[in-house]
């Protein structure tokens, strides 16, 4: 799997790539009831997810009419 | 495992089931409903899930079992087994005074506002201790604050056995003390057999199951 060319498709993919991350280590976090995978879970997958969106959002926010346009 | 923290780990693989698609196949946001599933699977559901499992685990966090896993309050968990009615830890644990599956909190959890943040917050405070200096010997643990009577009259305040009990009556200056927590419950050579681990390996055990 390569990433698109198309810049908003490569910041959907990246955020999907930081989100699948996030929610893999909390899915992991869960299977244990233990303080260190409490904290993996809030610190670690909670990292990424937040990053996951934010990048989503940032992709959402800078998409240029120009380039809707040339993709079309 | 509890079937909830099941439910969730569930939803949390077919999230990622559902973003994966967006990450191989990312044109599919081209169209209006792609656009609208992009928000539903990139944003709502991972939310939806952080939030589900943040839930279940301040839930799990509660339990006996999570604060023993610690190796340093291995000691503290044998403690809530003497079988000694003066042990005050365990004959609230062994006589179901307090939820067995929640034994530590129960007692530990301030119940004043914001109190279960406090216990949380505190309990992140043992976790740094614990893995990042020197943790002292369980039989050195000290209370952050000294215990407070609030936590105690939490569930005794108007119990008959606290109000007219012999002992509690017999100085009519003691139950106002004791309710404004100018004499403690736990130190005034009264109730002050708490866990005291350091003894553990001197007192007979209960093999019993709470």
């Known amino acids: 799997m390569s990433l698109s060319a198309n810049p908003l498709e490569r910041r959907l ?37 937040f990053l996951g969106l934010v990048v989503y959002l940032l992709s959402l926010v800078s998409v240029r009419p120009t380039s809707r346009r040339s993709d079309s | 495992m509890p079937l909830a923290t099941g439910l969730i780990i569930a939803l949390v693989l077919i999230s990622i089931s559902l973003i994966g698609v967006f990450v191989v196949r990312p044109g599919i946001t081209a169209t209006q409903g792609g656009k609208v599933m992009a928000f539903l699977v990139l944003f709502f559901l991972p939310i939806l899930c952080t939030g589900l499992g943040v839930s279940s685990e301040l839930e799990r966090s509660k339990t006996t079992k999570f604060c023993l896993s610690c190796h340093i309050m291995e000691s503290y968990g044998q403690s ?36 279960s943040m406090k216990a949380k917050m505190a309990g992140l405070r043992h976790v740094y201790v614990y893995y990042f200096t020197k943790p002292p010997a369980p039989e050195n643990i000290k209370l952050h604050e ?63 199951q709470p």
């Open chain 1, 13 to 49: 993919q990246l955020s999907g790539i930081l989100l699948i991350l996030g929610l893999l280590i909390e899915a992991i976090c869960l299977f244990r009831a233990r303080p260190l995978s409490f904290l993996a879970f809030l610190a670690v997958g909670g990292t990424f997810l």
């Open chain 2, 146 to 208: 000294p215990y407070n009577n609030r936590e105690c009259l939490h569930c005794h305040l108007g119990a008959r056995s606290f109000e007219q009990g012999a002992v509690h009556t017999a100085d009519p200056d003691l139950l106002p003390a004791l309710k404004a927590n100018k004499l403690s419950c736990v130190s005034s050579g009264c109730h002050e057999v708490v866990h005291n681990v350091g003894t553990l390996s001197k007192v007979k055990m209960w093999d019993g």
């Open chain 2, 80 to 115: 809530l087994r003497v079988d000694d009615p003066t042990y005050l830890a365990a004959a609230h644990f062994q006589n179901h005074r307090v939820p067995a599956e929640e034994a530590c909190y129960t007692c530990h959890a301030n119940y004043a506002m914001f109190g």
